[in-house]
């Protein structure tokens, strides 16, 4: 599990487009979506209870490796399709 920590605006439109967000994510239930375990308020924001990604981001894969083979961009594309689909479904 990961915490993720975001900090919140005193802007009321963001609040709750944050708010939203977050009923989304702890519904959805697909393998090619980010699990979500709970959220709760802090003074600077929310924390969030993600699952763990052991490899990390793809921003912090690509600052590591530097390029990514064609073909795996390709496998990426796709489960990110299945993913957004999901989420339009």
Same mark, same amino acid.
């Given at each position: 599990?990961?915490?993720?920590? %975001? ?7 963001? $609040? ?10 702890? $519904?959805?239930?697909? /393998?090619?979506?980010?699990?979500? *375990? ?8 929310? &924390? ?8 990390? &981001? ?7 490796? &530097?390029?990514? /083979?064609?073909?795996?961009?390709? %496998?990426?594309? %796709?489960?990110?399709? $299945?993913?957004?689909? *999901?989420?339009?479904?």
């Amino acid at each position: 599990m990961a915490l993720k920590e %975001v900090r919140l605006q005193n802007d009321a439109t963001a $609040r709750e487009a944050i708010i939203s967000e977050l009923t989304l994510l702890q $519904r959805c239930d697909h /393998p090619n979506i980010l699990k979500m *375990y709970g959220a709760f308020l802090t003074e600077q924001g929310v &924390s969030i209870a993600l699952e763990y990604m052991n490899a990390g &981001s793809l921003a912090s894969i690509i600052t590591k490796i &530097s390029k990514i /083979p064609e073909k795996t961009i390709g %496998v990426i594309t %796709v489960q990110l399709l $299945r993913g957004l689909e *999901y989420l339009h479904k």
